[in-house]
Nanobody
Framework: QVQLVESGGGLVQPGGSLRLSCVAS????????MGWYRQAPGKQRELVAD???????NYADSVKGRFTLFRDNAKNTVYLQMNSLKPEDTAVYYC??????????????WGQGTQVTVSS
């Protein structure tokens, strides 16, 4: 019954900003790593950024200095603040989380994806 629900995607001009949100809900006991991946048409899925429960972050080189990942553990939510967006950032963005449910062990969960389009 665990689900990840993403929001915040949309159409933005180059240089603009968006904030993506991902909320984990259901029978959750604990969440370890949370993060975002993206996949552009015809391209391989790639890690954008992730964050541990202790707050340690990891960013892809292509987004360093432009994107910021942070989480609210009390709300089981992770945010991706995207600034100075480029057309190359256009992709479907997927939330990912490693979750310990109340009735199962540690498992990887994925959101259904939210479209980000950067175009003039």
């Amino acid at each position: 019954q665990v689900q990840l629900v993403e929001s915040g995607g949309g159409l933005v001009q180059p240089g603009g900003s968006l904030r993506l949100s991902c909320v984990a809900s259901g029978s959750i006991f604990s969440i370890n790593v949370m993060g975002w991946y993206r996949q552009a048409p015809g391209k391989q899925r790639e890690l954008v950024a992730d964050i541990t429960g202790g707050g340690a972050t990891n960013y892809a080189d292509s987004v360093k200095g432009r994107f910021t990942l942070f989480r609210d553990n009390a709300k089981n939510t992770v945010y991706l603040q995207m600034n100075s967006l480029k057309p190359e950032d256009t992709a479907v963005y997927y939330c990912h989380a490693e979750i310990l449910s109340t009735h199962r062990g540690w498992e990887n969960y994925w959101g259904q994806g939210t479209q980000v389009t950067v175009s003039s």
